[in-house]
């Protein structure tokens, strides 16, 4: 009789122990992704306030109150990178009845990085320049601040320079995805060819455009933004720096990413109207289509297959994601 009992009480506190790991790894995940978003804001506060910021969050997710301790934030300010560790004891509540020891000490390690993307695959579309300089950056969801952006490339006369492009126009694609890269890439040549069809999105690797769009409603997207426009000869296999500016096709300067959180549009089949835009914008009929949101700058997309480097904070987002260092995978593999 005594084996069995010893068999279920250590059947009860291992799966307490595997419970409480499990729980600890969600605070310190939490609580790198916090201090990462702070760094991502502003690094010498965040330095300052790190071990703060971490036994808040891992306090906060802590689904069963428990003395869960910050062992150590460490901020590697040339990498972008935080690793937050953290400890509790676990109570041996039945097996301590039958053998020494009342508890034991579970640890976990969470890392997070930030930065702006800098190479990645991205939604075949972009956005004229003039739209983000206009723009006041926003939180993802923010009632106000909504823009419409049309389809269509048009210069504003408003931006400097006049010839600023604005409007928002459909790149060539690759399966629905195009690939652009500022880090190994010559910034003069980050010329990309674009589309003429209105309802296309891009290539035939996209579907109809209401599938496209409407998955992606009230979310960040990543869009490519075009700094200058030209046209090329419609049998031009690719869109270059010296290419002239003649012919049918379009073709476009990428100059950076913005982060947009989309709302509402219409075009082609995707009909979701967003009622906190400006109902005068664009005029009425005056359309050949529009999306309408809103650009915010820190963002958190995990799942996002991006390169992140130091980039232009200027020019639009940062973001933030978890990772998984050398260290702990080895943990967990080891």
């Known amino acids: 009789m005594v084996p069995l009992v010893g068999i279920c009480a250590l059947a009860v506190d291992v799966g307490a122990l595997f419970a409480e790991r499990a729980q600890l790894q969600n605070g310190v995940d939490a609580a790198a992704l916090a201090v990462a978003s702070a760094c991502a804001k502003d690094q010498s506060d965040c330095e300052t306030r790190k071990i703060t910021i971490a036994q808040d969050y891992l306090d906060g997710n802590a689904s069963i109150p428990r003395d869960a301790t910050v062992d150590a934030v460490v901020i590697d300010s040339t990498e972008d990178t935080v690793t937050v560790t953290a400890r509790t004891n676990v109570d041996h509540i039945f097996a301590s009845v039958i053998v020494d020891g009342s508890s034991e000490q579970v640890g976990a390690s969470g890392s997070a990085e930030w930065g702006s993307p800098v190479a990645g695959g991205v939604l075949p579309l972009g956005f004229g320049n003039c739209e983000f300089e206009d723009a006041v950056i926003s939180e993802p969801g923010a009632t106000d601040n909504r823009v419409t952006i049309e389809l269509g490339v048009l210069d504003r006369a408003g931006c ?63 869009i490519p933004v075009f700094d200058r426009h030209k046209n090329v000869a419609a049998s031009a296999p690719a869109c270059t720096a010296a290419a002239p500016d003649s012919g049918s096709k379009h073709c476009y300067h990428i100059s950076q990413f913005a982060a947009f959180y989309l709302t509402g549009g219409k075009i082609g089949s995707f009909q979701q109207s967003d009622p906190y835009a400006d109902a005068n914008d664009p005029p ?10 809103n650009f915010v700058k820190y963002v958190s997309v995990d799942e996002l297959e991006f390169e992140l480097g130091d980039g232009d904070e200027s020019s639009g987002i940062r973001v933030v994601r978890l990772i998984i260092t050398a260290e702990e995978l080895a943990d967990l593999t080891g």
Do not use: K
């Open 160 to 222: 400097d320079p006049t010839d600023n492009p604005g409007g928002f126009g459909w790149l060539e694609d690759d399966n629905c995805a195009v690939h652009i890269d500022f880090e190994t890439t010559d910034p003069d040549e980050l010329w990309m060819l674009g589309t003429g069809g209105g309802v296309g999105a891009g290539g035939a690797g996209c579907g109809s455009i209401n599938g496209w769009l409407q998955p992606r409603l009230n979310t960040v997207i990543l």
């Open 284 to 293: 009425a009929g005056g359309a050949n289509g529009y999306l309408q949101g």
